[in-house]
């Protein structure tokens, strides 16, 4: 699909997507590979500002005014809410919504509490949903998309993950029961990463990222180019395409 342009006094309006956690790592590619592609985009970020900022001034300095920022903290329903009505103040429009912002951590069965529970759910569940509601409005005016950015974990749970399990497979449903709620409108896809960069504060440790390199039947680990390129496809190119998932994951899904 190429770029929507519409002409209103001789100003080129292109598509607008907003990428939620878009500051750093997979959101960041995400971001960068769709401005490529023309899109203009808005990078949310909770505490990440100065790599939001950065990666702002760096897009807009390749094409002017294609870039802006959005703090908020996803686990606050009204920040949600504003989120996306701020987004689409920023440049007239909103065309789609990535879901990426995700918290990622262990929880052992014996120590998950409310705290752990409200702030795994609420981020890589709730938070999506309640931006989805959002900005149906907009999206439907033009018959936009959403993707979420889900894990292969999800179907086949990573032990001692449980919470974290739980809120990918709830998200992985969302994506398929609202691929029917909103269609024909919006389409709805999901795209779920396997080992594609390994979490920056070490919880998997050297001997375990052998292990599980070793059940990767393309024997590496991904980067996340190849994420943001499964988004973008799912927003430019699949347009008969909703309700489904991309596994990027060089296979491991069907090795498990």
């Not at 985009?41 to 870039?67: M, W």
């Amino acid at each position: 699909m190429t770029n929507d342009i519409d002409i209103s006094g001789g100003i080129q309006q292109h598509r607008v997507a907003l990428v939620t956690g878009g500051a750093r790592r997979i959101g960041a590619a995400i971001v960068r590979r769709l401005h490529c592609a023309g899109w203009r985009v808005i990078i949310h970020y909770r505490a990440s500002r100065e790599d939001a900022e950065r990666l702002a001034n760096e897009l807009n300095a390749q094409r002017p005014n294609s870039a802006a920022t959005l703090q908020g903290d996803l686990l606050a329903l009204d920040t949600v809410v504003n989120l996306v009505a701020q987004a689409v103040g920023l440049f007239g429009r909103l065309d789609a919504l990535v879901n990426n912002a995700s918290t990622f951590y262990p929880t052992a069965i014996e120590e998950i509490n409310e705290q752990v529970w409200s702030d795994l759910i609420g981020s890589n569940l709730k938070a999506p949903l309640w931006l989805s509601q959002a900005a149906v409005p907009s999206l439907r005016a033009r018959s936009g998309s959403i993707v979420n950015i889900t894990d292969i974990h999800a179907e086949r749970p990573l032990p001692g993950y449980v919470v974290y399990n739980i809120a990918k497979a709830g998200l992985a449903a969302m994506t398929r029961a609202l691929a029917i709620d909103l269609a024909p409108d919006i389409r709805v896809n999901a795209v779920a990463p396997g080992s594609i960069e390994w979490p920056a504060d070490g919880q998997i440790d050297p001997v375990s990222r052998v292990q599980l390199l070793s059940r990767i039947p393309l024997a590496r680990e991904g980067g996340v180019g190849q994420i943001a390129e499964a988004v973008k496809y799912l927003l430019d190119d699949a347009q008969f395409v909703t309700g489904q998932t991309i596994n990027v994951d060089g296979g491991r899904s069907v090795a498990l």
